[in-house]
Each structure stands twice: as structure tokens, then as C-alpha cells.
């Protein structure tokens, strides 16, 4: 049984904890109404050009001048794992679902023969994959100091893919992230941007092209890599303060739950020292 | 008096414009094209240049970067790599433009075309009076 004083600090501490908790729990929703903004204002970017891809994809994807970005090389020797994890922790299982994924992917792909590499987006997917995939690491792209996630950056990693393509040290590159559904429902996401694939292409609109058709697709397909992970990013960021404000709110949950259960427990050795007390001087005094 | 299209002016990051504009000049990659209401559908690329609409209300500019232009039936979309307001161009912002396009020229593959795109930038930063 600990002591009066022992109790008391316990329950200190704990409020302490439910403080920063709940602080946290705060931060993390109003930066998710942020993060929220920016994936639905980055939303009819993404859409049109996914569509306007898909009808290009469909006129010239059968033919074999199609673009390599879109095509494919030919080989499917070399994957490369591009893992979009947050740069923090405590958001509860984000960064390890995103992990566990492409965990699973990695597994599956050295099954087959095939060659894994992986490069890392966030401090906390490297941390978790450097213990049995440190040597397929190939970089890592550190957003820390990145308030908010600009185009800027998803071209730089953009760039950094597609050099890795070109130089054919890569032949399949997939993103995996987290897509956001709702605060409490992230979902954890597999999606290969090289070679393209784009859904519900059709022919059926006839467009003039200009200059070709082929150049178009030429200038287009890496900005679409770009526009992907940049979807990709936007959908990780919010979806991390989804998970960072649940996790933050079962957190003050659990502290109340604690500071209370450890309330009732002073409480009652309190009661319990009193009585002591009480039976020690009614039978002194009967004693007598 | 002409009809009408709808104007939509996109960049990944936000929606810049959503209006009804009479008419739309565009930089094509191929020379500039205006798009009025019954265009071709059409779609091209961009180059570094001024995207003018105009509509009711007036002419609104915009300075794009690179991207591509959507033209049919339901009007235009403009998907810009980077897009911003004329009256929002700044010095500053103008020398970050030209210097990450040199940055792009350093790395690019296709020296032709990132050589071009830096010509038309800076023949935007003569148009945009800087």
C-alpha cells in the first residue's frame, strides 16, 4: 500500500501528463483543419490531371512509342519502395501501419527474387525499417524543418525518382502513405506511380493536341509522378494529426480514468488512517 | 457579343480561379492561342508566360510558370505548375522564379527545352514590366 504522499505526487503527475495530452490533442486539431484545407485545395489539381492522364494514357499507352515513364522499361528486376512516414511519434499506430505495409511489400517482393529498395520520407519509417531493411536503404528526404508541405517538395523527391528511373537503377517505384478517411480511420495505402497506372482512361474525348500527343505525355508524366506524391504527402500530413489528435484523446482519456481510480484510492486510505487513529484512541481510552 | 465559358485556373497547391470569362489567352508551348466559347477542344502545354481572362468584370492576369491547358466543350482548365496573380508579382518573387529555373536548366536532361523555358521566362519578366 503506498503512502499518503506517494499517492498525491502519482496524481500530480498524472494531471501533468493530462495537461500536455490534452494540449497536444489541441495543436493537433488545428493543424489538422489545416492539413485538411490543403489536401482538398490540392484536390482539383490532382483530379484533372488524373483525368486528363488517363484519356492521354488510353490513346497512346497501346502504342509502343508510349513513354517509358508510362510503359515501363521492360524490367520489373528493381523495386523501389518510396515509405512516407511522419517525422514525429505519438500519433499512435500511423507510422507503424504505413511501416508494416511496406514491410509486407518488401517481404513479399525479396520472396520473388526481386531487388528492394527503399527510400525513406520522415524520421520515424527509417527508424522503424533500419533494424532488417537498413541495406536497401538508397536515401532519405528529411522534412523536419517543413512547416508546411509545399509542391516544392514533392518535386524534389520527384526528381529524385525519376533520376533514379532514368538511370535504370529503379524499374517499379511505389508510394506508400497513409490516406486519409476520417479522424479516427487512416488508411494505410499502396500505390506504384512508375510505370503509370491511371483508372477509368478513355479514348472517347477527341482532343487537338499540341504540340503532339506524345510530347504532351512526355511533359506531363513526370509532373504527374510529382502531382502523385504530392497528393500523397498532403494525405500523410493530415492523416498524422488525425491519428496524433485520437491518439491524444484516448491519452486524456486515460489519464482522467487513471487520476480518478487513484483518487478514490487516496480517498479511502485516507479514510482508512483515520479510522485507524479513531479505534487506537477509543481503545486507550477504554483501557483505562 | 460572345458567349461565355467557364475559366478554372488550378495549381497543385489551390484553386486560383473559378469564373466565367469571355475569353482566355493562353502561352501555349506552340505559340499563344485565345479561347473563346466553341473552341476546338484542345489540349496543350504551357510555356513560362502571361495567362490573361477576360470576363465582365474586367481582365484578370495571372504569370504561369509551365503546366497545361484543357479546352472543351465545358470550358477551360488551366493546370499550372506555378501560378500568380500579376498584381501579386513581385521583384523578389520574380528573381526566385528565374532562379529556380536555372537551378532546373543545371540538372535538366533536354538542355534545348530547359533553355527555352529560361528564354520565355525572362521574356515574361520583360511583358510583367520588371
Known amino acids: 500500500m503506498p503512502s499518503l504522499k506517494a499517492l498525491k505526487n ?6 501533468n501528463t493530462r495537461k500536455i495530452t490534452k494540449a497536444m490533442q489541441m495543436v493537433a486539431a488545428a493543424k489538422l483543419r489545416r492539413a485538411q484545407e490543403a489536401a482538398v485545395a490540392g484536390r482539383p489539381y490532382a483530379e484533372r490531371m488524373n483525368a486528363v492522364m488517363a484519356s492521354l494514357a488510353a490513346g497512346v499507352g497501346a502504342s509502343e512509342s508510349a513513354p517509358k515513364l508510362l510503359a515501363g522499361n521492360g524490367r520489373d528486376q528493381v523495386h523501389l519502395l518510396v515509405v512516407m512516414t511522419a517525422e514525429r511519434g505519438l500519433c499512435g499506430g500511423f507510422n507503424s501501419s504505413i511501416v508494416k505495409l511496406a514491410r509486407a511489400r518488401a517481404t ?7 531487388t528492394v529498395k527503399i527510400l525513406t520520407v520522415g524520421k520515424k519509417g527509417r527508424e522503424q525499417l533500419k533494424r532488417d531493411w537498413a541495406q536497401a536503404f538508397t536515401s532519405h528526404v528529411d522534412l523536419t524543418e517543413v512547416k508546411r508541405i509545399g509542391y516544392a517538395n514533392a518535386q524534389s523527391i520527384a526528381r529524385e525518382v525519376l533520376a533514379a528511373f532514368e ?5 517499379v517505384v511505389t508510394i506508400f502513405y497513409n490516406r486519409f478517411q476520417s479522424v479516427i480511420a487512416q488508411i494505410p495505402t499502396m500505390q506504384q506511380i512508375i510505370p503509370a497506372k491511371f483508372e477509368g482512361g478513355s479514348a472517347e474525348a477527341l482532343y487537338d493536341y499540341e504540340p503532339s500527343e506524345e510530347a504532351i505525355l512526355a511533359d506531363l508524366l513526370p509532373r504527374s509522378v510529382a502531382t502523385q506524391i504530392f497528393t500523397a504527402l498532403l494525405e500523410n500530413g493530415a492523416s498524422e494529426q488525425g491519428a496524433r489528435m485520437s491518439a491524444m484523446d484516448n491519452a486524456t482519456r486515460n489519464a482522467g480514468d487513471m487520476i480518478n481510480k487513484l483518487t478514490i484510492q487516496y480517498n479511502r486510505s485516507r479514510q482508512a488512517a483515520i479510522t485507524k487513529e479513531l479505534i487506537e484512541i477509543i481503545s486507550g481510552a477504554e483501557a483505562l | 457579343m460572345a458567349g461565355n465559358l467557364q475559366f478554372d485556373l488550378v495549381s497543385p497547391e489551390r484553386r486560383l480561379a473559378s469564373v466565367q470569362a469571355s475569353e482566355v489567352q493562353i502561352p501555349g508551348a506552340a505559340g ?8 476546338a477542344a484542345t489540349i496543350t502545354t504551357l510555356r513560362p508566360g502571361i495567362l490573361r481572362a477576360i470576363s465582365a468584370e474586367g481582365t484578370k492576369s495571372y504569370v504561369v510558370t509551365g503546366g497545361f491547358a484543357e479546352i472543351s466543350a465545358a470550358g477551360v482548365s488551366v493546370l499550372a505548375e506555378r501560378a500568380v496573380p500579376l498584381e501579386e508579382l513581385t521583384g523578389p518573387l520574380m528573381d526566385q522564379l528565374i532562379a529556380d529555373a536555372s537551378e532546373a536548366t543545371a540538372v535538366a536532361v533536354d538542355k534545348d527545352v530547359a533553355d527555352k523555358a529560361m528564354s520565355d521566362l525572362l521574356a515574361m519578366k520583360a511583358a510583367a514590366g520588371f
Open chain 1, 167 to 171: 538511370a535504370g537503377e529503379a524499374d
Open chain 1, 108 to 114: 513479399e517482393l525479396t520472396a520473388q527474387g526481386k
Open chain 1, 10 to 15: 502519482r496524481i500530480g503527475s498524472v494531471k
Open chain 2, 32 to 39: 499563344d492561342l485565345t479561347a473563346m466559347e466553341g473552341h
